[in-house]
């Protein structure tokens, strides 16, 4: 498997469960060492950085279940992200109902606060060069699903390349997105299947592209 996400392009990866979408993306952020083949991010080799490594070169992986630091205030989480307080301010004047609430613990707010605040604070304020979103919309009400849907294409205008594993394809997918020629099934037995459960991919790129695997 061969993938390349260039600056201001999102791939979107489908797949039932099992099939190794977020195998993948362990391995694009680094927190899964490839069998074989290579990453690169902006052309350069990035395939023995482990994730602190890959995380400066600017891969941020938001996970499934919204990766924050549920025992932090909101206010204390966004001084990891953001040192600097005019940073946070931005932040505040873009997200007020989170600025309202800067001493909440991050844990307490709901799945979709969370999500806004996973990706929204940091991201917006310093877009990293690659965003690797697993299932970014689980659980989400439709109305913060449409939200996190236009922090992600807002993201791609500022240039992040955006490998995201999710269901609603559609609606993630922005007009700069790029989408396959075409899909393949497979033949078991006689019957015809979906897509085989994927092995760990072995070339990943980002332009030069952004992350290529």
Known sequence: MDLAVRAGEALVLLGPNGAGKTTLCRVAAGLLRSAGGF?????????????????????????????????????????LHLPDAQDRDAVDARSPALAARRTVLA????????????LAAPLLQRPPAVLVADEPSLGLAPRVVDEVFRLLVELRGHG??????????????????????????????????GPAPAPVPRRMSVEAPRLAV
């Open 107 to 118: 844990g307490s707010l709901s799945g979709g606060e969370q999500q806004l605040l996973a």
């Open 39 to 79: 990453v690169r991010v902006r052309g350069e080799d990035a395939t023995r950085d482990a994730a602190v490594a890959r995380a400066r070169r600017g891969v941020r992986l938001t996970p499934e279940g919204r990766g924050i630091f549920a025992g932090l205030s909101i206010g204390d989480g966004l001084a």
């Open 160 to 193: 992040t390349a955006s490998v995201l594993v999710e269901e609603k394809a559609a609606e993630a997918l922005g007009p700069r997105a790029r989408r396959p020629r075409s899909t393949r099934t497979r033949r078991y037995g006689g019957r015809t299947r």
